[in-house]
């Protein structure tokens, strides 16, 4: 299976996210630059984390425009699997691949720490190595992470599963919401209407190795490895 | 064609929690601007544009914003002017 790795000006997780494919998987990894105009017959597509275009105007607002999108939006169009992570999960908002928006943090501080999440949803692509219910620890590390929509189509996300990952305040009460940058309703990370985009802004790629503090992101490379080689 | 100035304002939407005005309008009040009541952060953008007229630099500036400049979900925006520069 093979991931194409978009690289931004200013992505910086991009290595990661090589790392976790290449290295702990074994998959085929390529990165793409953002001025290609093809996606190297790549099976999965990652939009990493980063500062792409220094955030300006806003996070992922110029990036979205970047050549290598229009396939990106072209292969999701597709049903093509896309995992957008930090940065590439706003990215994927300002795309219109998923719903919704990333603001600057309600602390107003960039938050860099490991944190607590519970799966909402375990029947997609992303998450079906889960269990519903599990939680999990990654890092973040962002300062635009508070997930905003409307009610309405928060609602709809909540009504159709598409919530996939909340943040919770700790294991010991794990039905305890709460968020580092005061998402709405906790939303950590949520998958498209048709299921084949996730994003999210915990670092799943960071989070592979339990020597270096957790290893529960490798699900979500294992889920979406079992679905689109089945 | 000629050219024209446009001023843009971009805003966060009324309701929509707008942390950054909270802080600036905290400031305001330890400084003893007491009568502050509100505050919000926005953008100002100035976009230089050749167009036919006033109106055509405005309607430029407008699917500027409806399709980069602004976010439809959060923010609002105004043209605040636009004259020939």
């Given amino acids: ?230 | 064609m000629s050219r024209f100035k446009v001023a843009l304002h971009i805003l966060p939407r009324r309701g929509i929690l707008d942390p950054q005005g909270k802080a600036v309008a905290d400031a305001l009040h330890t400084l003893g601007f007491k009568a502050v009541e509100d505050v919000h952060v926005g953008k100002h953008i100035i976009v230089e544009v050749s167009a036919h007229d006033a109106s055509a630099a405005e309607r430029d500036a407008r699917a500027m914003c409806e399709r980069l400049l602004a976010n439809p979900v959060t923010e609002d925006f105004e043209i605040a002017a636009v004259s020939a520069s």
């Avoid at chain 1, 992922?60 to 999960?89: D, Q, T, W, Y």
């Avoid at chain 1, 949520?190 to 490798?218: C, F, Y």
Wanted: net charge negative; with cysteine; aromatic share 8%.
């Fill in chain 1, 1 to 230: 299976m093979k991931f194409g790795i978009v690289t931004f000006p200013g992505s910086n997780c991009d290595y990661d996210a090589y790392h976790a494919v290449a290295d702990v998987l074994g998959e085929d990894a390529v990165y793409l630059w953002h001025k290609e105009h093809d996606l190297a017959g790549s099976d999965i597509v990652i939009l990493p984390g980063g500062f792409s275009y220094g955030d300006y105007l806003r996070p992922g607002a110029i990036a979205r425009f970047s050549p290598i999108m229009h396939e990106v939006i072209a292969h999701a169009k597709r049903g093509g699997p896309v995992l957008g992570i930090c940065n590439g999960f706003q990215i994927a908002c300002e795309a219109g691949l998923l719903p919704g928006v990333l603001l600057r943090n309600e602390s107003l501080r960039f938050v860099s720490e490991p944190v607590r999440l519970r799966v909402e949803n375990n029947d997609t692509l992303f998450t079906n190595r889960y269990e519903v219910g599990q939680l999990l620890t990654m890092p973040v590390a962002h300062g635009d992470g508070r997930y905003t929509a409307d009610d309405e189509t928060l609602d709809r996300l909540e009504g159709e599963g598409q919530v996939v990952l909340r943040y919770i305040h700790s294991p010991a009460d794990a039905d305890e919401y709460w968020s580092p940058n005061g998402s709405m309703r906790a939303i950590a990370g949520i998958v498209s209407t048709a299921g084949n985009v996730l994003g999210l802004m915990p670092h799943p790629e960071r989070a592979m190795d339990a020597l270096l503090g957790s290893s529960d992101g490798v699900g979500v490379f294992e889920s979406v490895l079992a679905r689109v080689a089945a």
